[in-house]
């Protein structure tokens, strides 16, 4: 018997605890088309999300206060109902103590990742059996500064990623210009540093991507508007430099920031986005030698694109705009790339990240 799908989106946001700040939509694959399923109030600045579609839980960041009123890392873990597309808040718990910008969850639910980009710090927090926020287990802080006086007069940790085979963590620093690497201690459940990625001075690395094959990563940088390409070799741990790339037209001058990075799940495509000239940039890889070459320059048809998410089909993109409040949908050429809008948005308060993924609905 074959079980009825639908692809559920699900969107962080900045909010204060009394604002609605998770929020539920359906995809309507015909049109394109969001519809509000469920929101979530309570949580301070739930603005970026992990997704486990097999055992259907949400995990997010959030804030806490010190008692001395300071603002500190907070995790929570949600249990969806796919049938309804609502959540039920599972529980939440501290995590480090400066606020976090990412989470990321292991596949094999032992832990979650956050990054804190003011505390200059990564932290390993375990998940319980349920799928529950558990301890802090182990907390590195960032040493080292970069060129851009402005943005880099101290570590700035903005994302962890686990290797394909989740023996190592990868943690790009935009403060530094490096891209941390930690293996990690099963048995002492800790972080053990295991060397860095060097890349090009202000560049200011912000996400990075796994090629399917294993053979590739791509790293988004946000304050040069650049994509670092490496070889990666899942053995020893290490990424090798390959090439940047700009990720803006040729013509373009304004100001402009780099957000998300993403690679379709044949490999064939790198998607990232632009804050400031408000686009997708669509490349086309190589995988013979794992350089790019661009396709596309797509409006996001609204301003300060900070996240996308493609669906795990590759068929789909939706594209957060935090600063005019909505979020929109696009079609996928599966040849060629290129996003195809279609003309579908919602309005949501200040989102910053979508994930994505169909769950049964009987």
């Known amino acids: 018997m074959t079980t009825e799908k639908r692809m559920l989106v699900f969107i962080g946001s900045y909010s204060e605890e009394k604002d609605n700040s998770v929020h539920v939509y359906a995809l309507d694959e015909k049109t394109g088309a969001l519809s509000l399923l469920d929101q979530v109030s309570g949580l301070q600045n739930p603005t970026f999300l992990s997704l486990d579609t097999d055992n259907a839980r949400l995990y997010s960041i959030a804030e806490r206060r010190s008692e001395q009123g300071e603002r500190m890392g907070a995790a929570v873990s949600f249990e969806i109902d796919p049938r309804a ?39 390993l927090v375990s998940l319980t059996a349920d799928g529950r926020i558990g301890q802090l287990l182990d907390v590195h ?77 791509y790293v988004i940088n946000e ?36 957000a998300e990075i993403q690679i379709s799940p044949d490999g064939r495509y790198v998607y990232g986005s632009n804050r400031g000239h408000d686009s997708i940039a669509v490349y086309r890889i190589d995988e013979a030698s794992g350089e790019l070459a661009v396709v596309q320059f797509c409006s996001t048809y609204g301003e300060h694109p900070r996240h996308f998410s493609l669906s795990p089909d590759g068929k789909w993109l939706i594209a957060a705009n935090r600063d005019t409040n909505n979020v929109v949908t696009y079609r996928v050429d599966q040849e060629s790339g290129k996003l195809q809008p279609t003309g579908q948005q919602i309005t949501v308060a200040k989102p910053v990240c979508i994930q994505m993924d169909y769950f049964p609905v009987r």
């Open 223 to 258: 304050l040069d508007s650049t994509v670092t390409a490496f070889q990666y070799d899942a053995q020893a741990g290490q990424l090798a430099y390959l090439a940047h790339y700009s990720t803006l037209p040729g013509d373009y001058k304004g100001e402009s920031y780099c």
């Open 85 to 123: 597309g609502t959540l039920k808040e599972l529980n939440r718990a501290g995590t480090v103590d400066a606020t976090t910008c990412h989470i990321k969850r292991d596949k094999h639910n032992r832990y979650v990742v956050v990054s804190s980009y003011g505390g200059g710090k990564v932290g």
């Open 141 to 217: 802080e960032h040493q080292g500064s970069g060129p851009n006086k402005d943005r880099q007069e101290g570590p700035h940790p903005h994302s962890a990623w686990f290797s394909p085979d989740e023996r190592f963590v990868f943690v790009p620093d935009l403060g530094i210009d490096r891209v941390q690497i930690y293996a990690i201690d099963e048995d002492k459940q800790k972080l053990v540093p295991h060397g860095s990625a060097e890349l090009h001075p202000g560049a200011g690395p912000r996400h990075m991507a796994f090629h399917p094959s294993g053979r590739y990563a």
